[in-house]
């Protein structure tokens, strides 16, 4: 569970919180994510070093360009932490992460599942 934890210190950060958004909506190159955001280019390269050692985000190297993404597992981890403090025995706290098919970090509070009970992560974080 040591990536639960770096998942959940990483996402005490604004920057990084955004920076997740900014990847749920597909995978982007550092300067293309560095121009979306308030700090400069190797504040952004700090920020993803962090969030790649918490398993959130992965890159593949395209040419001279790392291109960041999402890490769907890392999120995994993370709610399988947060279920680990059960309401009642055995109980998940009623909140779970997923990444949905079009690349978007999401959170569910409750155990139904429709279009309704479905936030951004931003929603959840409070970024």
């Given at each position: 569970?040591?990536h ?17 958004q ?11 994510i560095?121009?979306e955001?308030?700090?400069s ?7 993803l070093?962090i969030l790649r ?11 001279t360009q ?13 709610q399988?932490?947060?279920g680990?403090?059960?309401?009642d ?7 779970h ?6 690349g ?5 509070r ?13 929603a959840?974080?409070?970024?």
């Amino acid at each position: 569970m040591a990536h639960a934890e770096k998942a959940l210190d990483a996402l005490g950060n604004p920057t990084r919180r955004q920076i997740l958004q900014i990847l749920a909506r597909g995978p982007r190159p550092v300067g293309a994510i560095a121009a979306e955001l308030p700090v400069s280019r190797p504040a952004v390269s700090k920020h993803l070093r962090i969030l790649r050692a918490a398993a959130l985000v992965v890159h593949e190297p395209q040419g001279t360009q790392n291109v960041f993404r999402l890490r769907r597992e890392g999120f995994d981890d993370t709610q399988a932490w947060l279920g680990g403090f059960g309401l009642d025995e055995g109980a998940p706290l009623p909140i779970h992460l997923f990444v949905d098919p079009a690349g978007k970090v999401r959170c569910a509070r409750t155990a139904a599942i429709g279009d309704d009970d479905y936030e951004s992560v931003e929603a959840l974080v409070g970024g």
